[in-house]
């Protein structure tokens, strides 16, 4: 870390950050053989008529169909089926209130199928649970004997919401015994291996695309495994492979073209790959493949306006740079530092040619939310660097309110929807990206302290503003491991919040939408840990990107 004395009074937050990590292994990308490629798609096309059919049969045993639903979702094939799904889900909430079935008092069962429909966006009362709980108001004891119910409550809890007191209590008890019964030397190998990967982090927190590697290895070790279902989904994950590898060759590429390293002095993080990686966490279906390539430019502009302010920018040349992106004009160029001049211009002409692009489809006013999102995260990013300027630490109230902003993930959220079509992506979808909006704030907080609480203490080294933990430490006295356990708790809230707006009909715009915030969300968990930045610090990330983007699965 360096610090760069401009003048007596002014001195740069200058920090010298990691060095890229993949180089041209990306760009040197050569697509698989066209003829095994093709044989492949074949045969995934015919299991993928096995896995519906399966999907259609009427008469099955309904734990049978849950276990199924289940594995499709965590296998990471359930977009080729979600009309399929859906039919599914909506006839197990039909007769939610009709439960006959030999499984009214399974744990294991109710919690798989309250799991699925939550997630899935269908209401099921918490109070399905209450017949689990013994006369004097808590969990059966003798519910510990059911491992498999136990790690599915667990796993169901976390799609609880505001109030849902029964559903904390549900959490404490699952993770209690799971703890307990993980140091069995009776239980199998790949169920405790399961339950250690539950309690890492649950399934509801985990990016899609990355969980399905993990879960295809779990699903093949399992006896009761359906062979074609497990064949498909390693099929289409190295097909799918190969389509992510393409795109991450041409932003590659179009990263190269527009040259912003060399017209930048050498304060901003070269995360190429690590921005790709991030577009996956919203969305990996083929179909968002023009919505994957569009964010990951942002993206980029995205980091490097947050290094600007970070990282380099005194504070009179972020105001100025503020008072730029506000009046977003070719005018203000010769105002700003020579360093960035060249980055806004780019900026500048990469949004006209935005705007032509969705003028043709009568769509320009994208364009519009798009700066007005990124004036919001200036404003963040500037009263952080005036709060650092006057040596100022927020109340953690103050601090956590601004960190809506600063979190940039209004920006990040309203750059996702980007290309993601006219059918649902409306003005009133962009409007709903605000920061009194449910699950958009919850988002950005979420970012905002998981962030925090895993660079805090590299940032604590430099000239750098106070994160929530200093804030909260000062205000009210704790100690770093109280404080800790505090941001987790408000994590866990704003999450509470976020699946609120999960659960139809109080969704106030398409499912698909809210999706991509709560994928958004997930994400993080990929990138940030206590004490490890994957994204500054990218070799945390590295085996992740790998495990997904360089290594294909061994069929």
């Not at 041209?24 to 053989?33: G, Q, V």
């Amino acid at each position: 870390m360096v610090c760069l004395n401009v003048t007596a009074n002014m001195t740069r937050p200058l920090v010298k950050f990691q060095p890229d990590l993949w180089g041209d292994t990306f760009l040197n990308y050569t697509p698989a053989d066209k003829v095994t490629q093709m044989q492949q798609e074949k045969e995934a096309k015919r299991l993928k008529e096995v896995v519906r059919k399966e999907l259609l049969v009427v008469v099955k045993d309904p734990k049978e169909r849950l276990e199924y639903l289940d594995a499709i979702h965590r296998l990471g094939v359930a977009y080729h089926f979600e009309n399929d799904i859906e039919d599914n889900l909506q006839l197990f909430h039909n007769n939610l209130h009709f439960d006959d079935t030999c499984y009214a008092d399974d744990l294991h069962y109710v919690s798989l199928r309250f799991r699925l429909l939550r997630q899935n966006g269908f209401y099921v009362s918490s109070d399905v649970f209450e017949k689990f709980k013994s006369e004097n108001g808590s969990f059966k004891e003798s519910l510990a004997s059911d491992v498999q119910g136990i790690l599915n409550l667990y796993e169901a809890s976390y799609l609880r919401v505001d109030g849902e007191n029964i559903l904390d209590e549900a959490l404490a008890f699952s993770t209690t015994h799971l703890l307990i019964t993980s140091s069995s030397t009776q239980l199998s190998s790949l169920l405790a291996e399961q339950i250690a990967h539950a309690l890492k982090l649950p399934l509801h927190k985990r990016s899609i695309r990355l969980e399905s590697r993990h879960q295809i290895s779990f699903y093949e070790s399992k006896y009761t495994s359906d062979k074609s279902l497990l064949r498909f989904a390693k099929l289409e994950f190295n097909l799918l492979q190969e389509l992510h590898k393409s795109e991450l060759r041409d932003f590659t590429r179009w990263s190269r073209s527009i040259d912003l390293s060399m017209k930048l002095p050498n304060f901003t993080r070269d995360r190429v790959v690590e921005a790709y990686f991030w577009s996956l966490g919203a969305y990996h279906e083929p179909k968002y493949s023009y919505a994957r390539m569009s964010l990951c430019k942002l993206l980029k502009f995205g980091s490097i306006i947050d290094d600007i302010y970070d990282s380099y920018g005194t504070i009179e040349e972020l105001k100025s740079f503020t008072k730029a992106i506000k009046r977003w004009d070719k005018s203000c160029i010769n105002q700003l530092p020579d360093y960035v001049r060249s980055f806004y211009g780019v900026l500048l002409q990469t949004f006209d040619e935005i705007e032509q692009e969705f003028a043709r489809e009568k769509r320009s006013y994208v364009v519009y939310y798009l700066r007005q999102q990124i004036n919001n995260t200036c404003q963040g990013y500037l009263q952080e660097a005036k709060w650092r300027d006057e040596e100022v630490v927020p109340t953690y109230d103050d601090y956590v309110k601004n960190g809506v902003l600063s979190s940039s993930y209004l920006y990040v959220i309203a750059a996702a929807y980007l290309g993601m079509g006219d059918a649902i992506v409306t003005k009133e979808a962009f409007e709903w990206i605000h920061p009194n909006s449910c699950a958009p704030k919850a988002s950005c907080i979420i970012l905002r302290l998981i962030n925090d609480l895993s660079g805090h203490k590299f940032e604590r080294d430099r000239n750098h503003v106070a994160s929530a933990v200093e804030c909260y430490m000062k205000q009210f006295g704790t100690s770093e491991e109280e404080t800790y356990t505090k941001i987790q708790l408000d994590i866990e809230e704003s999450w509470k919040d976020m699946n609120q707006e999960i659960i139809r009909p109080t969704v106030v715009v398409p499912m698909p939408l809210v999706t991509r915030v709560v994928n958004l969300s997930r994400v993080l968990y990929d990138f940030y840990q206590i004490g490890k930045d994957g994204y500054t610090m990218s070799k945390y990330l590295q085996p992740k990107v790998a495990a997904i983007l360089v290594d294909p699965i061994v069929i």
